[in-house]
T-cell receptor, first 113, second 116 residues
Framework: SQQGEEDPQALSIQEGENATMNCSYK?????LQWYRQNSGRGLVHLIL?????REKHSGRLRVTLDTSKKSSSLLITASRAADTASYFC?????????????FGKGTLLTVNP | GAGVSQSPRYKVAKRGQDVALRCDPI?????LFWYQQALGQGPEFLTY????????KSGLPSDRFFAERPEGSVSTLKIQRTQQEDSAVYLC??????????????FGPGTRLLVL
């Protein structure tokens, strides 16, 4: 079963704009990860944020985590056409089974040139 | 360097046929995972290997699904008597260490299975 829900399901923006995607989850987590998937490169790891972290940056990516609300957001700044892809959040549960990723359904991002 | 590879990339099977999907993880990676991704959905966990030991097969949908990693490197996911609901992309991932909770999982390109 899917652990998380991404919001929105689909997002269309113009090149240069920022894109924000949200993820909610249900159980206590060890960490939360964001992945990108497109037909050309498959599923690619973007960033990992641990449960004791609140914000993390990597290049044009900014991830926040609010464990009290069981939610995370991914911000892509200054988007490019090449950012067009599906974005998934995935959680690693706290405690047992702390090896497998539980994915949400994803947000389809389209960046128009 | 070489990433995770999977073969075949595409497979069309007739209902009832057996199929075997292969995964070559990154050399030296201890952990190996199989996920199933239905159209429009996120990947869902199927099974986990630590070296040659299958430590978790809780995600396998039925006893028609079987996975092995006999020498702790290459893995095969076998589906017997395929059904139309088995149509999906099957993703393999590997990570360097035993516990993946702090480790990145590296995914292969997937095998797209279509059962007619």
């Amino acid at each position: 079963s899917q652990q998380g829900e991404e919001d929105p399901q689909a997002l269309s923006i113009q090149e240069g704009e920022n894109a924000t995607m949200n993820c909610s989850y249900k159980t206590s987590i060890n960490n939360l990860q964001w992945y990108r998937q497109n037909s050309g490169r498959g599923l690619v790891h973007l960033i990992l944020i641990r449960s004791n972290e609140r914000e993390k940056h990597s290049g044009r990516l900014r991830v926040t985590l609010d464990t009290s609300k069981k939610s995370s957001s991914l911000l892509i700044t200054a988007s490019r056409a090449a950012d067009t892809a599906s974005y998934f959040c995935a959680t690693v549960r706290y405690g047992g089974s702390n090896y497998k990723l539980t994915f949400g359904k994803g947000t389809l991002l389209t960046v128009n040139p | 360097g070489a990433g995770v590879s999977q073969s075949p990339r595409y497979k069309v099977a007739k209902r009832g046929q057996d199929v075997a999907l292969r995964c070559d993880p990154i050399s030296g990676h201890v952990s190996l995972f199989w996920y199933q991704q239905a159209l429009g959905q996120g990947p869902e966990f199927l099974t986990y290997f630590q070296n040659e030991a299958q430590l978790d097969k809780s995600g396998l949908p039925s006893d028609r699904f079987f996975a092995e990693r006999p020498e702790g490197s290459v893995s095969t996911l076998k589906i017997q008597r395929t059904q139309q609901e088995d149509s999906a992309v099957y993703l393999c991932a590997s990570s360097l260490e035993r516990l993946a909770n702090q480790e990145t999982q590296y995914f292969g390109p997937g095998t797209r299975l279509l059962v007619l």
